[in-house]
């Protein structure tokens, strides 16, 4: 997700990776932090190839003269990428949907120089409803990757986006803030995802009614959410399942095989008191 700031990412690794520590360091950290290297190193090599939006598909005539896409059983997908990144990241996971089951998945952008959680939750609100009207669609599923998952919560549970987002999948997402890469705050919308900010504290708030199920996926060896358990969603007014994935780092959640099974599973039980797997071990 971090195509910047490398060495936040990786300082609770190298920490760990000190000769004094070396007897204690489990085969799975070790697993996690040389996948996280290589996932890092392809992604950025993929990074240019997503700089623009993506390209809408052709639209097919429809009765009444309106245009519209061919419509799936289900809602349309939605994917939304993390801080400093771009479509790109969602390259395997979308098609991995789109080859189980066709759903018509479609990968958003937001610029990097967003600094305000709340004024890309009103752009992703648009591009809802522009996806709406193109695909003939009521509602959409949205996965989001870190901040992307915050942007989508936010309009979701605050922006009235409920109405039309019927299952939010998060990945990553600091929902209670993170404390990782304090040198980071300089920038506006790391400040966002603090823990007393004041987007945590109103996301914290009351939210009767909210429609949208929730399904947060969390990994117990992400280095970007301090504490580890900030990724997961607690909420009294949410219907909301956390996930733990257990032995992949931040950045391999958008990317593996497992969780995107997860992910597919979580789309396809979509309806109201649905429960997935508790957990994904990832070898």
Known sequence: MKVTG???????????LWPGRLTGLSVALLKATALEAAILAGHLLLY???????????????????????VRSGPPVVLLHGFIDNRSVFVLLRRNLAQHGGQRVISLNYSPLTCDIRAAAELLGRHIEEICERTGSDRVDIVGHSLGGLIARYYVQCQGGDLRVRTLVTLGTPHSGTSAAPLANAHPIVRQMRPDSEVIEELAGSAPGCRTRFISFWSDLDAVMVPLETACLEHADLDV?????????????????????????????????DRIAGGLTVA
């Open 48 to 70: 240019p190839t997503g700089l623009t939006q993506e390209r809408r598909s052709p639209a097919l005539p429809a009765q009444g003269g309106t245009a519209q896409l061919p």
């Open 241 to 273: 399942q956390n996930v733990r994935v257990t032995g992949i780092g931040h950045l391999a959640l958008p990317v593996h095989p497992a969780v995107a099974a997860g992910i597919r599973e979580a789309l396809d039980t979509a309806r109201p008191g």
């Open 6 to 16: 490398v060495l936040p990412l990786f300082l609770p690794f190298c920490r760990r």
